[in-house]
């Protein structure tokens, strides 16, 4: 498969960080390496939505 060189590079917000320590926690990394986050099924990426809301949430009210 031909690579993109031109690719820009994402920069890493904090909402990134938060979804991605979520998907370890659920077990979905190894998911999303190989398939990307595409590759998650609604059911898995809305458990990561729902998850990260109510982080963000509890973060707010503290």
Known sequence: ???NKNKKKKIVTENDIMKYE????L???EKIDELGWAG???KEAGRIGGLLT???KNKKKK
């Open 1 to 3: 498969m031909k690579e």
């Open 54 to 56: 109510a982080r963000k």
């Open 40 to 42: 998650l099924t609604a």
């Open 22 to 25: 979520i998907a370890n926690e």
């Open 27 to 29: 077990g979905l990394m």
